[in-house]
């Protein structure tokens, strides 16, 4: 299966599909508008990819008037704004992780392991102990259970 990506059309192959001559492919590559993947003996192999953004420049330079000047600097901004994109959505992925991580309320179980516990469920109260004599904090904690009913 060929993908969007592989570079398998020669120059003459993207030019017809692209409805161009192929001088004006090679010209493309040279001001760095559209430029193809290399060969090992260095030829131009296009991808369909490559032959879509051909026919932007072309809409761009015939439809709307923009010199290749202009035409690579917008694709040089679109491309801008693609990787922000692709930023952005992997910081949106981040933040909500660790909201759901900042959501999880721990405590201790029983057995002195962690236990995650569901949001909106009290823990078992718990107090301090002061130790009487000196009325200092002693540091411990401790569990409060209340007296069975009944």
């Known amino acids: 299966m060929v993908t ?11 030019a017809q599909l692209a409805g161009m001559h192929p001088q ?24 369909r990819r490559d032959v879509a953004r051909l026919l932007e ?12 000047a202009g035409i690579k600097r917008i694709l040089e901004l679109e491309q801008h704004v693609s990787v ?7 910081l949106a992925r ?19 392991d962690v236990v995650a516990m569901p ?12 130790d009487v004599e000196s009325r200092q904090d002693s540091g411990a904690l401790v569990l409060w259970r209340p007296a069975p009913r009944g």
Request: aromatic share 4%.
């Open 4 to 14: 969007d990506d592989a570079p398998v059309l020669t120059v003459s192959q993207a």
């Open 84 to 90: 922000l994109e692709q930023r952005l959505g992997e």
């Open 119 to 130: 949001l909106g469920r009290r823990v078992r109260r718990t107090e301090l102990r002061v």
């Open 94 to 112: 981040l933040l909500a992780e660790r909201e759901h991580a900042a959501g999880r309320v721990f405590t201790a179980g029983s057995g002195g």
């Open 57 to 68: 420049v072309q809409r761009l330079a015939q439809s709307e008037g923009v010199n290749l």
């Open 24 to 47: 004006t492919l090679r010209q493309y590559d040279r001001l760095g508008l559209v430029v193809p993947r290399r060969t090992r003996g260095r030829g131009r192999r296009y991808s």
